[in-house]
T-cell receptor, first 112, second 115 residues
Framework: DSGVTQTPKHLITATGQRVTLRCSPR?????VYWYQQSLDQGLQFLIQ???????AKGNILERFSAQQFPDLHSELNLSSLELGDSALYFC???????????FGSGTRLTVV | KNQVEQSPQSLIILEGKNCTLQ??????????LRWYKQDTGRGPVSLTI?????NTKSNGRYTATLDADTKQSSLHITASQLSDSASYIC??????????????FGTGTLLAVQP
């Protein structure tokens, strides 16, 4: 167990729908990062939050949004889903030094 | 442009053999370099992390090296096992430290260990 918890592990939904992925960081970690990994592709950085505030943005679509709550858990919201959004979505967390960077086990999203 | 390149893209070896994976980077300012192992469908798991002043670091049968002058790193796997079959990802952290650092991911080397 890495200490980073992601739920749900699997999600199947239809095109046009909206889903929310949840991530609880390791205890004490202030930063949360979201990544998308499509089949046979590398990890694509989506967005980073640090202590409740957006810190960095990557290749995140306008249909996607995220937030980090006061208890430091984070949610990634995906709307108007398309078939191409099917992927593994990983969350990672780190402390202030970005040294101990730990991934969760991911949420597998399948859009049908 | 910050970039991390890994080679080979894929590799097949026999169980018990050794192998070496390569990572070349052009990242500035360099903060640290990490190697991750990612099993299919699972989250990446950290193997080693090295800062500028570290040349080598071991984790069991995994040994990573770092040459900050040539901006190259390697991951050597000794006496490979079937469970080593996975994608190995090189990640370089760019920045002066802290939460503002940016992580640059390589596309990974897919290793298959055959009996």
């Amino acid at each position: 167990d890495s200490g980073v918890t992601q739920t749900p592990k699997h999600l199947i939904t239809a095109t046009g729908q909206r889903v929310t992925l949840r991530c609880s960081p390791r205890s004490g970690d202030l930063s949360v990062y979201w990544y998308q990994q499509s089949l046979d592709q590398g990890l694509q950085f989506l967005i980073q939050y640090y202590n409740g505030e957006e810190r960095a943005k990557g290749n995140i679509l306008e249909r996607f949004s995220a937030q980090q709550f006061p208890d430091l858990h984070s949610e990634l919201n995906l709307s108007s889903l398309e078939l191409g959004d099917s992927a593994l979505y990983f969350c990672a967390s780190s402390g202030t030094g970005a040294y101990g960077y730990t991934f969760g086990s991911g949420t597998r999203l399948t859009v049908v | 442009k910050n970039q991390v390149e890994q080679s080979p893209q894929s590799l097949i070896i026999l169980e018990g053999k050794n192998c070496t994976l390569q990572c070349n980077y052009t990242v500035s300012p360099f903060s640290n370099l990490r190697w991750y192992k990612q099993d299919t469908g699972r989250g990446p798991v950290s193997l080693t992390i090295m800062t500028f002043s570290e040349n080598t670091k071991s984790n069991g049968r995994y040994t990573a090296t770092l040459d900050a002058d040539t901006k190259q790193s390697s991951l050597h796997i000794t006496a490979s096992q079937l469970s080593d079959s996975a994608s190995y990802i090189c990640v370089v952290s760019a920045g002066i430290g802290g939460a503002t650092n940016k992580l640059i991911f390589g596309t990974g080397t897919l290793l298959a260990v055959q009996p």
